[in-house]
Each structure stands twice: as C-alpha cells, then as structure tokens.
C-alpha cells in the first residue's frame, strides 16, 4: 500500500473525494450526492447524518478507482 492524501469537498449538492501521490499526482477519486429539502421559501435543509455517508461512499470509491484499497 502507498501513501495518499485525500482531499474531501463536502458541499450542497454532494462530497467529492480526490486522492493524491507524494508527488502530487492524482491518482483517484470518487463522489457522491447529497439529498437537500426545501420545506420553506428561502430555506435548504441536509441531514448531517447524510454528510457521514456521502462521505464514506466517495472516499470508498476514490480508493477503489485508484486501487489504492488492501490487498
């Protein structure tokens, strides 16, 4: 396994996920989309929980696009 740093943008409309070489190379990266409800003009409303696994899902597909994962 090498060393990778992996950059993570949580942001309104999902969480994207970039991992990096120790030479600044990309060498994966992985999104996923985050749910938003608008129950009032004017208003927009996430479930943090939902960050957590957007999250999760993005940097799990990030080290698999990379083959950066165990084994």
Same mark, same amino acid.
């Given at each position: 396994m090498r060393d990778v740093l992996l950059g993570i943008d949580v942001g309104s409309s999902g969480c994207k996920v970039t991992a990096l070489d120790a030479d600044g190379h @990309? @060498? %994966? %990266? %992985?999104?996923?989309p985050l749910a938003t409800s608008y129950p009032r003009p004017g208003w927009a409303v996430q479930d943090p929980h939902d960050w957590h696994a957007a999250a999760c899902a993005a940097v799990r597909e990030c080290l698999s696009q990379g083959s950066l994962g165990p084994g």
């Open positions: @990309v @060498v %994966g %990266g %992985g999104s996923a």
